[in-house]
């Protein structure tokens, strides 16, 4: 599964270029290079960014928790920076606050009072870890030096400049840093969208060059299926990014979407892991973990070739999702140009499409049938406007199915072993269940089934592909998933 560039690089250089990717880090620009202070031993310490989603830090209780595994993970020698979400719900609460107000919140003032979830748990776990005897300092994504776009409610990160971070870390401190937000241009407070700590600490760890961003969480990392669904999905040792990338664009909630996008064109190392136990979560790379990090990330992800890679199925997991419909255009004349009429018009309503099927039935040539499937929020907007487009695009009939499941399988083994496909579609049939529609990438396949069937379909296929562990890993501590 690890490249060979990725290896050659890890091997090659001096432990300080160990970390998420090439080039100067910030820390360099700044003549902050010391920051890789040298232990007594003469060893570079490890560079580690955690972040605590708010299932980990839901009460005062959980945050001192929390302080105790950072500055465990301290004293053992390395260099912390933390990125923290808002307590529990607090984030949810503050929108009920504001809906209880308005209908029409100004969304610069709602950033503004989001963002003040986290400034919360930053300040009370800075106090946490200084009252363990290492001292800490919380920044907003302000001072953190996360600069967006104006985009409220959704902001992009453009710029990172953790200036007053690097510094914090270099004089000793603890640095934590509020998630979820930045700064743009104007100076206006930003978010960057919901569950956006995770990109917050994606984006630190790839400015900071860290060795490892670890993501704790509320499971005990990725699994080859939900484990509510499949009681046996095993826990992944490791997985390659862009597996990763496939599962959480296909329903598997556990990372959010960008922070992985982000972890991939950085190439930053991931360690998804729980903060109630102490067993070693998922690696997420595209090569081994720095051997500074020994005992701290699940041992295959040390291993430095494909030989003592144990884990190598052909498939990693199954993702699953209830939350698209579907829409089918039927009876559109059977010619050019009607296709991209149709797709205009659902754009035209930012409606996002995902799988696409058009079929042409034998008896009736001259009309064509075109499905598509889309998140259930955009489906009202793209039925009332191809509603409108009726005249125009002259189809014969509109049809709506809100009740689908998707079902993807995800393997980057997929590419070089034949039969994948054939061994899916057995086990759902055997299972008596019905394809409705299909689609596959280069490492992934996924099928539409009757949104009753999905559960079923996912545990027929878990078992199928030889994904059932013996015994039953799977815990979910909080249930939040965050
Ligand atoms: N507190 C924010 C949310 O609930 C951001 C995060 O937790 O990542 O969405
Ligand atoms: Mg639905």
């Not at 979400?85 to 009920?96: I, N, R």
């Not at 029409?104 to 106090?127: F, K, N, Y």
């Not at 005249?391 to 590419?415: C, F, H, T, W």
């Amino acid at each position: 599964m690890w490249s060979r560039a990725g290896r050659s690089r890890r091997l090659g250089g001096h432990a300080c270029s160990h970390g998420g990717q090439n080039g100067p880090s910030i820390l360099d620009s700044l003549g902050l290079a010391a920051v890789r202070a040298e232990r007594r031993d003469g060893e570079t310490v490890a560079l580690i960014v955690q972040k605590y989603g708010g299932s980990s830090v839901a009460d005062t209780a959980a945050i001192k928790r929390v302080a105790r595994r950072i500055v465990d993970t301290r004293n053992a020698g390395h260099q912390v920076v933390v990125v923290v979400s808002a307590m529990g719900d607090t984030t949810d609460d503050l929108l009920e606050s504001a809906a209880e107000i308005t209908d029409h919140a100004p969304e610069r003032e709602m950033d503004i009072l989001l963002t003040a979830g986290e400034r919360i748990s930053m300040a009370l776990l800075a106090m946490a870890v200084t009252e363990l005897g290492a001292p800490a300092h919380s920044y907003t994504g302000a001072q953190a030096g996360i600069r967006t776009d104006s985009n409220f409610g959704r902001a992009q990160i453009v710029g990172m400049v953790p200036e007053r971070v690097a510094r914090a870390v270099h004089d000793g401190l603890v640095a934590i840093v509020a998630g979820f937000q930045g700064v743009s241009k104007d100076e206006d407070v930003t978010t960057l969208g919901r569950g956006g700590s995770d990109t917050t600490a994606v984006a630190l760890a790839a400015a900071l060059h860290a060795d490892v961003c670890e993501i704790y969480t509320d499971v005990d990392g990725l699994f080859s299926a939900d484990p509510r669904i499949v009681p046996k999905a095993h826990r992944l040792r490791t997985i390659s990014q862009e597996e990763t990338l496939e599962l959480a664009a296909h329903g598997a909630k556990i990372l959010h979407l960008r922070a992985v996008e982000y972890a991939r064109r950085h190439n930053v190392p991931l360690h998804v892991r729980s903060s109630f136990s102490e067993k070693e979560g998922t690696w997420i790379a595209n090569g081994p973990a720095n051997p500074q990090l020994a005992g701290l990330v699940p041992e295959a992800a040390l291993a430095q070739n494909q030989e003592e890679q144990m884990e190598q199925p052909i498939i990693s997991g199954i993702a699953h999702d209830r939350s698209q419909d579907k829409i089918t255009v039927a009876g559109i004349p059977n010619s050019p140009g009607k296709a991209a009429r149709i797709f205009e018009v659902v754009a035209e309503v930012g409606a996002n499409i995902d799988m696409i099927v058009q079929n042409i039935p034998v008896a009736n040539p001259e009309r064509a049938n075109i499905t598509f499937t889309l998140p259930e929020g955009d489906a009202r907007r793209a039925l009332d406007a191809l509603e409108a487009h009726r005249d125009e695009l002259r189809y014969q009939e509109l049809r709506y199915n809100p009740d689908i499941g998707k079902l993807s399988l995800v393997g980057a083994g997929m590419r070089t072993n034949p039969g994948v496909s054939a061994r899916l579609f057995g086990a759902l049939s055997q299972a008596g269940i019905n394809i409705d529609l299909i689609s596959t990438s280069e490492i992934r396949i996924s099928v539409v089934t009757k949104l009753e069937d999905l559960d079923r379909a996912v545990q027929a296929v878990h078992t199928a592909f030889g994904l059932d562990s013996t015994e039953s890993e799977a815990v979910v501590y909080g249930g939040s998933g965050r």
